[in-house]
Every structure is written in structure tokens, then in C-alpha cells.
């Protein structure tokens, strides 16, 4: 299949104070209100995954609560970290206590590795994610589980949220936290066009280091698979090789 895209473009950074992170938030959030104002679609490249924390504050002003794609290979939803409320491992619970997310809507695919406690998936259970365990994903194609995805996104507005980690570090090593045992690119694929169909509203793809890319190759898959993402999004038109 070929994607035919209306129209797009790339807007450069979104400008926040690096030397504050709860400035830089606001800064985030308030960027994406002004870009998202007119039905601009916004694919965001981070960045740690502290950045989907305000582009939700933003989304949630314009759409009310929407549905949420999280592949990972972390449930992010820790209430604090060192004390801190904000950070890269606390953006699903800031995100839940502020009401941006439809929990009944929410799945999180890829998990696995180092936690905090044995009860880490508990919270976002209790939530109503649907929680798939990276060694659920084991030895399959995942096309059999993006259409129970689907169907339970259903027509609302849906944010898509990919951290490179959920890929097995082989291959995607530039990472701040790997954890082996990962997806395979190949269900990253299937996972990101699964959601064709759905109402995406925004997508993100996060937590890519170059520092630990020595090859560059985390940064090529980061690529594709956005692009991917923009393929996907609502209204692209698509064609059948002959």
C-alpha cells in the first residue's frame, strides 16, 4: 500500500526552558494549544517521555479526554519519582489525575524489565488499561491484537505514544533505559499501522538518545516508525500497488 498525504509540515522545536522543568511543561503545553487550535495533527519527536504529559494538558483542552496507544517497555505511571512529580516515568499517572485520558480506552503494549515493585502494572489496571506484557507478544504477529485495539478505541480521538525502548534493545540500542526482551520492529510496525482507521489525533515517538546511538541505527528506526505514524493519521489516502 502507498500513502498519498494532504499536506504537512515541520515546525521546528517547540521552545521551553531547559533549566526548569515545570516552566518547560507549561512551555510545552501552551506550544501545542496554539499548533493544535485550527485540527492540526502534531507527531512530536522527544525528548524523554516527560514531553506527552502537557501535549495531553493541550490535547484534553481541545478533545476532552481521548484513548491512548502506549507501547513501552515501562508503565510510566509512577506517582513520584525521588519525591519529583514531574518526570519521564510519572507523564500516565499526571496524566489520569488530571483527567486527559479515557481509562477505559487506554492500552499499554511491551512491557517488561525493571520496576519498582512486583504491583507496578496494578495502578493502570485498576485505571482500566488493558496491560500486554512484552512476553505476551512473544512468537506472534500482533495484527490479531490491534484489532481488538481497534475496537476498543472505537471513534473517539485516540493519542499514540511510542518510546523506543519497547523495542528490544538489538535493535534499538540508543536508549536511556533498554530492557531486553523487547518487540521486534516488525510488531512495531504492525502495532502503528493497526491504528489505521482510527481517529489519531497526535502521536509522539520518545526517549531516543544519541549519546547511546554510536551507529545511528535507534535514530533510523525512530524515522521510519514516525513516519509510519504519519501515515496512519486520518484523512491519508491510500493506494494498491498493481
Known amino acids: 500500500m502507498d500513502a498519498c498525504f494532504r499536506q504537512g509540515a515541520d515546525v521546528g522545536d ?3 526552558n531547559i533549566y526548569n522543568l515545570p516552566e518547560a511543561c507549561k512551555n510545552i503545553k501552551d506550544g501545542f494549544t496554539k499548533l493544535i487550535a485550527n485540527g492540526c495533527k502534531t507527531l512530536t519527536l522527544g525528548g524523554d ?3 506527552t504529559y502537557p501535549i495531553l494538558q493541550a490535547i484534553k483542552e481541545k478533545y476532552g479526554p ?28 499526571r496524566a489520569v489525575e488530571e483527567g486527559c485520558l479515557d481509562c477505559n480506552r487506554v492500552v499499554q503494549i511491551g512491557l517488561r524489565g525493571s520496576g519498582y515493585g512486583i504491583d507496578d502494572y496494578d495502578w493502570g489496571i485498576k ?17 490479531p491484537l490491534m484489532e481488538e485495539v481497534r475496537a476498543m478505541m472505537g471513534t473517539g480521538p485516540v493519542y499514540v505514544t511510542f518510546d523506543i525502548d ?36 497526535g502521536g509522539d515517538l520518545v526517549e ?28 491519508v489516502k491510500y493506494q494498491t500497488r498493481k
Not at 127 to 143: D, I, T, Y
Request: proline fraction near 7%; charged fraction near 10%; include cysteine.
Open 166 to 201: 519497547a523495542l528490544d534493545p538489538s535493535y534499538a540500542p540508543g536508549t536511556g533505559t533498554p530492557e531486553i526482551g523487547g518487540l521486534t520492529i516488525i510488531q512495531g510496525l504492525e502495532i502503528i499501522r493497526g491504528c489505521q482507521g482510527l481517529n489519531v489525533i
Open 14 to 16: 517547540v521552545w521551553m
Open 49 to 51: 517521555h516527560t514531553i
Open 66 to 93: 481521548v484513548g491512548l496507544i502506549h507501547v513501552d517497555a515501562h508503565t510510566d505511571t509512577q506517582a513520584h519519582m525521588l519525591g519529583a512529580k514531574i518526570a519521564h516515568g510519572t507523564p500516565f499517572f
Open 208 to 235: 531516543v538518545s544519541p549519546p547511546y546511538d554510536q551507529s545511528g541505527t535507534t535514530a533510523l528506526v525512530a524515522a521510519n516508525l514516525l513516519f509510519e505514524m504519519l501515515c496512519i493519521l486520518p484523512g
Open 127 to 143: 485505571q482500566g488499561f488493558r496491560v500486554v506484557p512484552a512476553e505476551e507478544c512473544w512468537h506472534k504477529s500482533l495484527s
